[in-house]
């Protein structure tokens, strides 16, 4: 992650106890992050689900980190794994947790959120509108998938922020960053 990443979270709380202040958290890391031109506009917290400690914070790092999968949920995923020692999130002796996005995962990010044994899945919003602003694929996704999320045990809160999030697309669209996309089918 890049340096700014601590400084920032230094100056702010360890503990998110509503889901608004945790949105609110990963939107405002999503700018933040193309503001210091450091990646894509997206961010993804992992959360301790009863508490709201803060566990880890990720973001986009593709093109910066030359990695394709660099995206701000598997960041903060494998943050979130790495500190605690164990690749399951939901495993034994842990508490519950909750990653944060500030938008729905994409069709890799998807795959990613099952596997990483979180409990529950927090979107500040969901749908095309960040392809239509941005240009980014997302991929295919299977059309149930807060279905397919919730036959995992995982719970899903949806369009939490909305609109703070599509204000950070718009304002990565105006900023003439690269989009980098998968090849299109
Ligand atoms: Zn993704």
């Known amino acids: 992650m890049p340096d700014w990443i601590e400084q920032e979270l230094a100056k702010r709380?360890?503990?998110?106890?509503?889901?608004?202040?945790?949105?609110?958290?990963?939107?405002?890391?999503?700018?933040?992050?193309?503001?210091?031109?450091?990646?894509?506009?997206?961010?993804?917290?992992?959360?301790?689900?009863?508490?709201?400690?803060?566990?880890?914070?990720?973001?986009?790092?593709?093109?910066?980190?030359?990695?394709?999968?660099?995206?701000?949920?598997?960041?903060?995923?494998?943050?979130?794994?790495?500190?605690?020692?164990?690749?399951?999130?939901?495993?034994?002796?842990?508490?519950?947790?909750?990653?944060?996005?500030?938008?729905?995962?994409?069709?890799?990010?998807?795959?990613?959120?099952?596997?990483s044994g979180v409990r529950s899945l927090a979107l500040a919003g969901s749908g095309s509108a960040v392809e239509e602003i941005t240009g980014f694929d997302e991929g295919p996704l299977v059309d149930d998938w807060i279905g397919e999320l919730n036959n995992r045990g995982i719970k899903v809160a949806d369009n939490l922020a909305r609109e703070a999030a599509c204000e950070v697309f718009r304002a990565f669209r105006d900023s003439n960053q690269l989009v980098y996309n998968a090849r299109r089918g």
């Open 13 to 115: 709380s360890e503990v998110y106890p509503t889901l608004d202040s945790r949105v609110a958290l990963v939107v405002e890391f999503s700018r933040l992050n193309i503001e210091h031109k450091t990646g894509g506009p997206f961010a993804a917290g992992v959360f301790e689900l009863a508490s709201g400690r803060l566990v880890s914070l990720g973001v986009n790092r593709v093109v910066a980190s030359c990695v394709s999968s660099a995206h701000a949920e598997f960041t903060a995923l494998s943050l979130a794994q790495q500190r605690l020692g164990s690749f399951d999130l939901g495993g034994p002796g842990l508490p519950d947790h909750e990653l944060v996005v500030n938008w729905r995962p994409c069709a890799m990010c998807f795959g990613a959120v099952i596997w």
